[in-house]
């Protein structure tokens, strides 16, 4: 079975500094990852994901991952918070065995940005 | 972008009614659709996958006789939740698998179900 914790319901952060959001996983394959944002009175959108290849993978919006297999983890960040970047964040696993698509979730994040 | 809207945003009904919930993909075809559904402080759960013109297949613990699940078509699949309890009340998200030169899934905004 594929599990993930995300610690902190919340983060707060001030505009300008770095933003972490802390992911770990359990899997027992070689995992897929995604982090998933979700702003207010709307649908869940992908952020980036890690298949295979680079470990570093960039995505939208200035954010990037780092997948740590040592570690179990896939952490959040971006260097330089935007009053913009206030959502609730989830980071999710899947696997070629489970099926790419069929996601696990974490509880979610809140980031508040303040001025 | 590939659009998936998800209707109704929050409902509220009476204890031992059904509710209907719509997930269209407004601007592609989505041969297969997921559902979702999260309590509060809880993550999102995967409670089963519809495939259009079959049968769903639902996660273990969920019950297919009551939440009902039809993907007629290949831009709509509906998720009705029957005899409600208050034990039902959540929030249930559905997701469309896009076949696009990347396959993504694209999200709705989630229904607030409040069963009274």
């Known amino acids: 079975a594929q599990s993930v914790t995300q610690l902190g319901s919340h983060v707060s952060v001030s505009e300008g500094a770095l933003v972490l959001l802390r992911c770990n996983y359990s899997?027992?394959?070689?995992?897929?990852l995604f982090w998933y944002v979700q702003y207010p009175n709307q649908g869940l959108q992908l952020l980036l994901k890690?298949?295979?290849?680079?470990?570093l993978v960039k995505g939208i919006n200035g954010f990037e991952a780092e997948f740590k297999k040592s570690e179990t983890s896939f952490h959040l960040t971006k260097p330089s918070a935007h009053m913009s970047d206030a959502a609730e964040y989830f980071c999710a696993v899947s696997s070629l065995n489970t099926g790419f698509q069929k996601l696990v979730f974490g509880t979610g994040t809140r980031l508040l940005v303040s001025p | 972008g590939a659009v998936v809207s998800q209707h109704p945003s929050r409902v509220i009904c009476k204890s031992g009614t059904s509710v209907k919930i719509e997930c269209r993909s407004l601007d592609f075809q989505a041969t297969t659709m997921f559902w979702y559904r999260q309590f509060p402080k809880q993550s999102l759960m995967l409670m089963a996958t519809?495939?259009?013109?079959?049968?769903?297949?639902?996660e273990q613990g969920v019950e297919k006789d009551k939440f009902l699940i039809n993907h007629a078509s290949l831009t709509l699949s509906t998720l009705t939740v029957t005899s409600a309890h208050p034990e039902d009340s959540s929030f249930y998200i559905c997701s469309a698998d896009y076949l696009g030169q990347e396959e993504k899934l694209f999200f709705g905004s989630g229904t607030q179900l409040s069963v009274l």
């Open positions: 899997s027992s394959v070689p995992p897929y």
């Open positions: 519809s495939n259009e013109g079959s049968k769903a297949t639902y």
């Open positions: 890690y298949t295979t290849g680079a470990t």
